[in-house]
Each structure stands twice: as C-alpha cells, then as structure tokens.
C-alpha cells in the first residue's frame, strides 16, 4: 500500500475511494471463488457489526472454502492446458494431470514444489500419486515444444523463435534454445518398456482373435494404454543439433549439453547424470540460481488480483523488460520467497490490501500509454466465462460449490491389478468385456485344442464354470476365505467387495434429480455443476466455451471478447429457461417467499446485484409490478442478469 501510494503522489494522482461493503463483498467472491455470494450470504455479511475485522474475515472464510479450489483450478489448468482427453490416447488420460492440478491447489501444495514434481515427473501415468507426467504426456511427441511452453509458463520468455533461428527480438539464439531443450530432451512419445512384459504376450494374442468388426481391438486399446504410458527416462541432458543446422557456432547434427541460459549457468554434470537431467533442470527452475522463477508468478498472481501485472505480457519478458513499479514488483518477489511459495498466504496479502478495497477506475487503461497504471484501484473487468456460469447457477441451484458430477472412476486400481496379471489374464479380461467372455474363451481355448478345466471341485465365484485353486484366496467382507481360479478373478472379487462395503446414498433433494451424499456432497446432471467440475476443458456448445472459456490448445486462451450468439443467450437462453421459467430457482424462491412487493424487488436485487436497491429501481420496479402484475418480477430479474453491473467485476 505505502509503494502504490508514493507512486500515485509521484504522478500527483490520488488513490480511489475505499468501496462499499456490497461493492466489496461481491469483488471477494468473484474474485477468491469465482462466483456471486447467495442471498444468505451477503445478509450475513452486510449485517456483522465487525465494522473493523468482517472483510479479512471474509477473506479468510473464502480462501478456506471448497469455492477457492473450484476457482482457481481454472487459472492453473488454462496455464498449464490440462485436458482430460489427449490426442493420441484412448480414454481420459489426461485425468490424472488434472487431479494432481486440483490436489495442488486443495492441498495448497508450495509452488516450487509443485513445479519440481511437474518438471522432474516419472513413471506409468496411472499410476495413483504420479498424475504429473500428464505436463509431459499433455505435449507427447513434442518434446521441443514442451521445453517452449515450460520456459513461457515458469520464466516468462517466448522462446518459440528460436526453435528454428537465433531469436529476431532478443539474444537467445538457435543452440541456446536446443541447450535448454536437452534437460527434458529424449521423452519420446511416453511409452513405458520397464514393467510392461505381459503386454508383449497380451499383443500377440489379441492379433491371433477372430475380430472382424475391430471391437475387440478397441477394447485392447484401453487396456494397452492403461498399462503403456508413462515417462522411463529421467534424462540424459544431451540432444542434437537440426541436420539443417546454419549457423557458424556448431555443426548440423551436432551433439550439444544441456545449459541454462538464465541466471547462475547449470552444465551437463556427474550429478546430473545419476539424478537425471529433468530434475537437474527442475531444481534449477524453482531455485534461487534461477532469477526469473518468483518474478514470474509473483507478476501472474498479482495481475491475477488486480487486473494488471506489474510486466505485461506476464510470459514475454525480454533482457530489456523493466516492471510499471519496479520497487512493487521487487517486494512482491520477497513476500513470495518469505511465504516459502505459498500461493494462498501470498493471495491473503493482496486481498487484505487497501488497493483491493478500492473502487475500480471507470476507464480502461491502455497498456500503450506514457503512464503507467498506478493502482489507485483493481481495474474493471468483465466475469470470465466461468465466473458467469458458476453465478447463473447461484440463481438456479443452493450450495453451488457441493455439487459434484459422478464422474467414472479413474483407472488407478486397473492399472495394478493389469500390471499383475499375464498376458492370458489380460485377453481373458478383455475376451469378459467384450463378449461375455467365458464362452467365447473357451471356444477359442477348443479350437486350439486346450481344455477348459472341469467344474468337479469348488467353482470359482467368478467365473462359475472353472474351477477353484485353493493357493489363490482372497477374505470377502464376510470373514470368509474364498478360493479363485486365478488372480484376475480373485481382484475382481476384491473390487465387487470394496463397492459393496461403500455407504449408500442417504436420499433424494426435493427436485428429485440430485443425489445427497456424504459430507453434504450433492450429486447432480453435468449442466447443473460448476464449471470446474464440467471437464477439462468445458464442452463444446456449453455457455462457457461460448463466452470464451479456454480449449486448453494454447496457455492461457480463454478470452472476455464480446458476442452477439453471448447476448442472445442471455436474452432468451439459460436464463429464460432455467431460472425464469423455473419456480424451483433459488432467484424465483427468494422473491416468492417474500409477502411485500417492497421486500420481493429487494430480494430480487440482493440476490443478483447483492445490494438493496435505490430510489428510483425500487420505484420504477413498483410501478412495473402495478402496471404489469407479477409477471413484471420475472421481467424485472431478467433485466438485472443482462446488466452490465451484473456481468462485470467492479
């Protein structure tokens, strides 16, 4: 506040007002958790008598709340282009890259070392814990890319230029750019050959199927890529040269060692060779040898909070680029290193900050003038798409941040069970899934001239038609030792027991479409969550893809560009159909309960714009009311949701 504050007197400007308690409240909400409050809760607010402590206690409310994870999952995943789906994988590969994306954030993991678990990541990539390797697997067969993107997001350089030629705009060069690239270079495409043996035998099998219409080979496909993707390598810290090489510091094709290129230089060593190269580099990254690493997120998050960073662009930073506020910027930079990369503690400071309390200037700054923007305030922005989603179903549903989508479960414990089975139990699996199984393995298994063993002992659980071996068991919930015919039957029966044991839904919600869980989880139909919880990224059509929520292609690519297919679904679109239209809707509810056409207009207005209305909208909307009759409630709430003052952040 003192630094913001020496800079306005320095350019004779003054600070802005501090903002009132509903223009604060809705700010808070829409900024830490990315929605509007409920009616509930802007009354609870606005009436603690706290005049001195009620808005850090609200900050810290929020930043505890399930709303702050929800939130800024999407700044991260639409940095880091997490997406559920990958381009070349069967299934939702990608899942595990994003839930280690959401348990950083929940667990309000240090961001170091978040980075150097993303940075230095290895193994089978369903593996349960190592969700990590989806940052290399979310660039799989293009490594040097990967290594652009890397130096974008974690140092705020645009290195892609010189991928292909030594940088127009600034000093990096060619060799340079292939030097860096050889601490991550030789992930290949990110399939494992460590512990995947039986999926030789498995291939092989699978090929020997009769399988005219491919189904058989699809379903092999899931269950290959369970068990195939992940990072072997750690990193050898060398790479070559383009063959088209051009410039007089090398040869084409030559063989070139991994060096930084910023900050204290780190070389191809003995400890990066019994390390590996990957996490060389990735201790680097996050360390104080690396000048750039706090700048850079200190600089994201600010401008995060304020509407501005300190550098823009925050990720093409150049040797020349000098921050607006240089003595601001620098300090942000200690409270990162003093908070030892905690994210949240960081984000408390500047939401605690007398700048954040201040009224937002009524005209856009432009990047391009003389004048730096001083911070007399956080600028006005318009919601993100999220944000616009996520307080539309303030309106429609209760308790928005427990709604959950069920979600298939993740492909964890197939991955060990698949990894401890042979090639033959994993075509007997698949042979299961496809067909029925039983019949068709033993046609197979006859045709070959093998015997499926007769059923004259104890019969597998399972599989009733062969028979049991009493060295294969496995305890049911019951106590009771029970023998299987092999080991893929026996984790089968082990799963079918896990899911029986689990605790049944506790009932319905009145609109009969919800299911209530535990721990007041709610779950509900994809179009009734919030975005985070929609998939990664949102789908194509959905109203956040269509007002420019991020495709995950590119970092950072949502936008807040204006419409007109935008203005129509808010003139007759979601809002129509799904609060209007629907007395169930948390804004139809509140004003139908209220008794006075006063006390209706006010919940109206507190439920949408969380603030009372004045004079003049309490009188024009009693008039509309005696003009109209209720129909004029519905217009009225309508026309409060298409309102700028509803759509931007003040």
Known sequence: DTLVDQELRKYNSRPNKTIEDETFLRRAYLKIIGRIPSIEETYAFLQNRNRTSKRRQLVDQLLNSEGYASHWFHFWADILRAKDRTQGASGATGRPYVSFIKDFIHSNKPYDQFVR????????????????????????????????????IFLGTSLECAQCHDHPFDRWTQKQFYEMSAFT????????????????SFNKLVREQEDEDGKLRRSARTIRDILQFGLDSRGKGKIRLPKDYQYDNAKP????????????????????????????YANWLASDANPRFTT???????????????IEPVDNMMDDTTAS????????EKLMYALDYDTKEFLRVLYNTKIFNRASPRQQHSLSSDIPYLYPGPTLERMTAEQIWDSLLVLTYPDVDNRKMKNEPMEYDKFVRYTSMSGQELLSELLTKVNGGDKMMAENNNAKGKKVAPADNVNCPIKTNRTADPSITAVGNDGKAVAFCCNNCKNRFIEQQATASKPKPSGKQAGGN???????????????????????????????????????EQIQNGHKDASVTQILNLLNGYVEKNVICNKKAVAMKNMATEETLDKKVSAIFYTILNRKPDAHEQRDAKDAVKRHGDEAYADLLWTLVNSHEFLFVQ
């Not at 850079?296 to 300190?310: D, E, P, S, T, Y």
């Not at 506020?325 to 942000?332: D, E, G």
């Open 514 to 552: 919800d299911m209530m869980m535990g721990g007041g989880v709610v779950y509900a139909k994809r179009n009734e969550v919030r975005a985070s919880e929609l998939g990664s990224p949102a789908p194509i059509g959905h109203l956040v893809r269509e007002f420019g929520g991020s495709d995950r």
């Open 253 to 280: 094709n030559e063989e070139v060692n991994a060096r930084t290129i910023f900050g204290l230089a780190v070389e191809l060593d003995e400890n990066m060779k019994e390390i590996g190269s990957r996490e060389t």
């Open 185 to 200: 270079h030789g992930v290949g495409d990110l399939r494992r050959k460590e512990g995947t043996k039986n999926l030789a």
């Open 117 to 152: 678990e993303l940075i230095s990541s290895s193994g089978p990539i369903w593996e349960k814990g190592n969700g990590a390797v989806g940052y290399y697997f979310r660039d799989r067969g293009m490594p040097l890319d990967n290594m652009a993107n890397t130096v974008r």
């Open 325 to 332: 506020h240089p003595a601001l910027l620098a300090y942000l």
């Open 296 to 310: 850079v997120v200190a600089n994201r998050l600010w401008k995060q909070v304020m509407g501005i960073g300190l």
